[in-house]
């Protein structure tokens, strides 16, 4: 299988290409840079392969939630790569790739991303076993003090939205603090692993079908709001 994907949705700009049973990725922290780096880091690792975009078998992406011009353009390059192509697409929530970001053991892990405005992303996880995730709960958008958690007996916690808010996560924990890494992102080597899960299950789509997740209607404060009214 060929499978090139993308993700977008935080400040990591990354792209992995899975070719075989091999896995390849480029990963930068490139804030505002993520349209002029993505297609040329695809193409480096198409190379890198010996492999041309038409030997693709399709296309996975991070479908968010996340900054909303990060989603929104991955989600643009999967769908516009994957019609000129003639090819399935993949979407992966990059809070589940986020997990994957957190040691494999048997404690639950939460996926947090930074949403600004006082807010964060957030959901849980846990190993199966076999590679992959089970969701404890659902994707949100919420302030870290009314983060309701199931319960577990210990935990990891991955993402930016740690190094904003630790103090305040760490009481909303229903168990024990195994590790806590605020500067992880979720990363496109992540959305493979889990998107060729996906492609073998047979739930691939077309690529109009593939859609972003923002969770946040509202992607701005109002002047009001900022004091500034």
């Not at 090139?4 to 935080?10: F, K, Q, R, V, Y």
């Not at 404690?107 to 590679?131: P, T």
Request: proline residues 4%.
């Amino acid at each position: 299988m060929n499978l090139l994907a993308i993700e977008t949705a935080t400040e990591s700009c990354s792209v992995a290409l899975v070719h075989g049973e091999e896995v390849i990725a480029r990963s930068e922290i490139a804030p505002r840079r993520h349209a002029e780096r993505v297609l040329p880091m695809a193409d480096e690792l198409l190379a890198e392969a010996g492999l041309g975009r038409h030997a693709l078998d399709g296309i996975a992406v991070g479908r968010g939630p996340g900054a909303f011009t990060g989603v929104r353009l991955a989600v643009s390059l999967a769908q516009g790569m994957a019609l000129a192509l003639d090819r399935p697409v993949v979407t992966v929530s990059s809070l589940a790739a986020l997990a994957l970001e957190a040691p494999e053991d048997d404690a639950a892990v939460l996926a947090v991303i930074d949403a600004r405005m006082g807010e964060l992303y957030a959901a849980s996880y846990r190993r199966d076993g076999d590679g992959g995730l089970v969701a404890l709960d659902d994707e949100r958008i919420c302030t870290a003090g009314t983060l309701a958690l199931p319960e577990a007996a210990a935990w990891h916690v991955v993402g930016s939205g740690w190094t904003t808010y630790a103090d305040v996560l760490r009481e909303r924990l229903t168990g024990e603090l195994r590790s806590a890494e605020g500067e992880r992102y979720p990363q496109a080597r992540h959305v493979a692993e889990l998107a060729v899960r996906e492609f073998r299950a047979g739930r691939a789509q077309a690529p109009e079908l593939a859609l972003p997740v923002y969770l946040r209607d509202k992607v701005a404060l109002t002047l009001a709001e900022q004091g500034k009214g």
